[in-house]
């Protein structure tokens, strides 16, 4: 899509530093999500929690932003329902990261601790009432997942406060895996379109595709040689424009030497 501006996620009036942010991301996820038949919600879900031991109802899923949901409706999910979903450009890092990006992160979770000690703020919700609960926090770029917001999220919404438990009731993604589930929809390689969609849901499915492109976020899967057009028969002495060219008597082009030019 050479303009942007008409991906369905895009914004006209802004700039590409305002545009491309995480909460515009964090949108699009859900609003593609929303769009989607409860048949194909349910296969994209499944697909993309498949390492949560539970199964669940995604085709009646509900959604928020923000911290625009009722509380009262996490409280009617067991715990062992409520999951903290991460979704990153990486994997978090163990603890062993190397020391220098161990005292970026800090400095950096330092100014975002004042922001979120006081007022956690997730970035969505996915949810069935009585049923399960997923608090999401979204991360782009070189921005990695704070673990002191998870953990104020965790306390605020949730009720954990121990380590294990948050640990226990804690999914990480990454886009990369949100693509890859992506695909199994609408690949440009047709065996790996697993899930058949109306026009509708492709549609929508091709412009997320795209919109996370914007974010540097694609999967480079070769050519699809089967797809690739026949080689062009190039027959330039039959061509009007060349009529009447002896491509056989052509001249030979002169040799040019350099020389040393002698001093008088």
């Known amino acids: 899509m050479t303009d942007r501006h008409l991906n369905l996620f895009y914004s006209y009036n802004l700039s590409e530093d305002a545009e491309l942010i995480e909460d515009n991301l964090t949108r699009a996820f859900i609003q593609t999500l929303r769009i989607l038949s409860g048949e194909n919600r349910q296969n994209f879900l499944k697909e993309l929690f498949k390492k949560l031991p539970e199964k669940y109802d995604y085709a009646n899923a509900e959604f928020a932003l923000q911290n625009h949901i009722d509380k009262s409706i996490i409280k009617t999910c067991d715990e062992k329902n409520q999951y903290l979903v991460t979704i990153a450009t990486n994997p978090p890092v163990e603890e062993e990261e190397e020391k220098e990006e161990k005292e970026e992160k800090e400095e950096k979770e330092k100014a975002e601790d004042k922001n979120t000690q006081n007022d956690s703020c997730p970035d969505a919700w996915i949810y069935k009432e009585q049923d399960y609960c997923f608090l999401i926090e979204c991360k782009i770029g070189r921005n990695t997942v704070n673990k002191k917001q998870i953990k104020s999220h965790a306390e605020n919404y949730f009720g954990f406060n121990d380590d294990n438990k948050i640990k226990e009731q804690r999914l990480d993604l990454t886009w990369g895996e949100v693509l890859l589930v992506i695909e199994k929809f609408v690949s440009d390689f047709r065996k ?3 899930y058949s969609t109306n026009e509708q849901e492709r549609y929508v499915l091709e412009h997320f595709r795209d919109f996370l492109d914007f974010y540097g976020y694609r999967i480079f899967k070769g050519v699809d040689f089967e797809n690739v057009p026949d080689v062009p028969d190039w027959q330039l002495y039959n061509a009007p424009a060349f009529a009447g060219i002896d491509f056989k008597n052509i001249p ?11 001093e008088r």
Do not use: W
């Open 192 to 194: 790996e379109r697993i």
């Open 252 to 262: 030979t082009p002169p040799e040019f030497r350099l020389g040393i030019k002698e």
